[in-house]
């Protein structure tokens, strides 16, 4: 194989910056089209990898064209420098879209009159923890196939880069509970350590609520039970 193991095992756990590898790399190693076999190989294998890293990540819309052994090589070439490059343009647009959620979402808490929802300083950083536990729990687990994997990462992803000391909507944290229920219904007791930093987040993300729509204090919310998972 021309990418080595090296390669792979280097690429980060953020989509965005491993989709900007893989598109450097093959900008800084792909020959002239007319030039060897090799050159023609490292086209299909390049291909290829992008074609299953797209599959794997849903954040991406770019259609995927078909590579065909009966077209000449030189059209071949042609059709994965283009996808490459629609790729490349897709990347720019999904940065940029989440640039400008992220400063229209710290804008709007800027305005006093404007509702939000405010985070305590040991909140934050408990929660930058717990997404931070998750994501290498989730990395290093063989419960999760590749696809559910990458799903998950990139929701924890997102869900880190959103979280701010003022936000005007937390409605993505909820999600989370869904991905608990997932785990424990699929996974049962092997779950635990899943489920409980789940728990913990939502917990933290219902009393930042209860606070902003001035509950009385210690108003728990009745959905979130303690799940006993030796029990099952």
């Known amino acids: 194989m021309i990418y080595t193991n090296e390669f792979f095992n280097d690429l980060p756990d953020d989509t965005i910056e491993s989709c900007k590898i893989l598109i450097e790399y093959f900008k800084n190693n792909k020959y002239d089209k007319y030039h060897s076999l090799y050159s023609y190989n490292f086209y299909l294998e390049a291909f290829a990898i992008l074609e299953i890293f797209i599959k794997a990540n849903e954040i991406f819309k770019t259609s995927i064209p078909i590579i065909e052994e009966i077209r000449e090589e030189s059209t071949n070439v042609d059709i994965i420098n283009t996808f ?84 005007s909507s937390i409605d993505h944290f909820w999600s989370l509970l869904g991905d608990a ?45 303690k799940t006993n998972l030796d029990d099952k």
Do not use: C
């Open 181 to 225: 229920g997932i785990a424990i219904g699929k996974f049962g007791n092997d779950a635990k350590p899943f489920v409980e930093r789940i728990d913990e987040i939502t917990r933290i993300i219902w009393r930042t609520q209860a606070q902003a729509e001035e509950l009385p204090s210690g108003f728990s919310f009745p959905l979130l039970k």
């Open 84 to 167: 490459y490059e629609d790729i490349k343009n897709e990347l720019k647009n999904i940065e940029s879209e989440n640039s400008y959620e992220e400063m229209k979402s710290m804008a709007i808490t800027k305005f006093e009159g404007l509702f939000s929802y405010k985070f305590t300083d040991g909140d934050l950083k408990r929660i930058q923890e717990l997404i931070n536990e998750l994501r290498d729990l989730i990395t290093e687990s063989q419960l999760f196939d590749f696809k559910h994997k990458q799903r998950l990462l990139n929701k924890l992803e997102k869900l880190q880069k959103e979280l701010h000391k003022k936000m």
